[in-house]
């Protein structure tokens, strides 16, 4: 792990699309950084690769971005991620913290059970995650999250993200309802011109103001 916690800055969060060829993730994510991102992750059905990982983690230390592993704590102890993110069936926080040391982001999905990111917020999470916001290609039977609950969230003093089925047309909306992060996946990595995409997001935050547990 680093020596100090990763730093979490409003925008975009990009999470890597499942099953693409090694060559052609990686080259869609160094046009995703040149674009500006505020944090990636690295997320593999059935399981990550620890090669691509490790190629993932030298482009965003080069870019400053903080890289996180979606389920596997092992793996992110292997590379020296940045951290985690911890869904509802991937294991205990305090045992990811323990693993991983004082200084890594656990990020973790919420739903839309406000009563879950509380009890996270006081286990120690760094990043509470909310969704599925609008329908989404990834996960279609995804449980739906109202965008009031992203506001409502922002108590635990937390950055609070939004996720699923997130777009150009309907990032504004999450952003006002209270999002400091958007998790996205398909907007950004099948879009025609993904450094583009990636400035257009940067420049939707650039229109907000609020961020860790401040009312929007």
Not at 52 to 64: F, I, K, S, W
Not at 87 to 116: F, P, W
Not at 148 to 159: E, H, K, N
Not at 188 to 215: K, W
Request: with cysteine.
């Amino acid at each position: 792990m680093n020596a100090s916690a990763p730093v979490i800055t409003p925008g975009l969060y990009a999470v890597t699309p499942a099953g693409w060829p090694a060559e052609h993730l990686l080259g869609a994510v160094d046009q995703a950084l040149a674009g500006g991102l505020s944090l990636l992750q690295y997320r593999e059905k059935p399981g990550p690769d620890a090669e691509v990982a490790q190629a993932l983690l030298a482009r965003c230390r080069q870019a400053g971005v903080p890289l996180i592993i979606n389920d596997d704590v092992e793996l992110a102890a292997a590379i020296g991620a940045d951290g985690v993110h911890l869904g509802r069936d991937d294991g205990e926080l305090e045992q990811a913290r323990e693993r991983l040391g004082s200084t890594a982001l656990i990020g973790v999905s919420c739903y839309n059970d406000l009563d879950r990111a509380k009890q996270l917020a006081r286990q120690g999470a760094d990043l509470l995650a909310f969704g599925s916001l609008f329908a989404s290609p990834t996960k279609p039977a995804a449980v739906h999250c109202p965008l009031s609950v992203l506001g409502q969230a922002r108590r635990f003093g937390l950055p609070v993200c939004g996720i699923g089925g997130v777009d150009l047309d309907n990032a504004p909306q999450a952003i006002a309802a209270g999002a400091d992060l958007l998790a996205v996946i398909t907007d950004l990595f099948e879009a025609e011109d993904i450094a583009q995409r990636a400035r257009d997001y940067a420049v939707l935050f650039a229109a907000h103001t609020h961020f860790q547990g401040t009312p929007p």
